[in-house]
């Protein structure tokens, strides 16, 4: 192939987008085609309002490890009715500065109804909802929920995704039972195969045995 042609390949509006991964990295719809994704940063839909620096399509990019995990935790899933949702996996680096630049600019609340409304934006680095650091920048951190495949709707966890607040703890008393047994299912599953879970955050889980521990990552999701 011509050299020029392959270079086209790789640049389009500015970005690359033939890249290959980094080793130990795969994308997630290759090995488990079946588990569903609604990548938010990618969108408008999330607590900034804006796509997020380094998400340029909708690809979930994980750790081979992960991928394994999860192929096998949607196996299970899917024999009880449900289905696994995938919202965030690998996150770039690029990403998590641009939430702190824009933690840091107080006047910005264009989403803190939807997401933060009982948290003063000033209080988000306090409470460690914002840091300088992600385990998704890892590679083997995934934010997730799950569907019914008899309704093919989420099931209901209490909390929406990415909600900044004591009611998205996974023990947070104040929901039903039938949405405390719906977050017990995926919190179960998760541990019961391979994941540890983070304590603010009913979605969050990091693969116990991750590849790359002390790894920073900053390609883009391509």
């Known amino acids: 192939m011509n050299k020029f042609v392959c270079i086209a390949l790789l640049v389009f509006s500015g970005s690359l987008v033939g890249q290959t991964l980094p080793e130990g990295f795969v994308y997630l719809h290759k090995s488990a085609p079946s588990i569903q994704k609604e990548l938010r940063y990618l969108s ?10 380094g998400y340029q399509r909708s690809n979930i990019i994980v750790s081979s ?35 702190v630049r824009w933690a840091l600019v107080l006047n910005d609340t ?34 997730l929920t799950l569907v019914s495949t008899a309704t093919k709707k ?5 909390s929406t995704y990415d909600f900044f607040g004591i009611q998205s703890h996974p023990f947070y008393k104040n929901i039903s039972k039938k949405q405390k047994e719906n977050r017990m299912l995926l ?21 116990k045995k991750e590849p790359f521990a002390d790894t920073y990552f900053n390609f883009p999701v391509h």
């Open 44 to 53: 408008k839909n999330n607590f900034i309002g804006k796509p997020i620096q």
């Open 65 to 99: 490890e992960a991928a394994k995990a999860l192929k096998k935790i949607q196996q299970i899933l899917l024999t009880k009715g449900y289905c696994i949702k995938i919202f965030d996996a690998y996150r770039p680096q690029q990403a998590v500065a641009h939430f």
């Open 110 to 143: 264009l989403m803190k109804q939807q997401y933060y409304p009982e948290v003063s934006k000033a209080a988000l680095f306090k409470q460690g909802y914002i840091a300088s650091k992600s385990s998704h920048s890892r590679g083997s951190t995934i934010d």
């Open 154 to 158: 989420e099931i209901d966890m209490g």
């Open 187 to 207: 919190r179960n599953t998760m541990l019961a195969n391979g994941f540890k879970p983070f304590e603010n955050e009913w979605w969050h889980f990091t693969l």
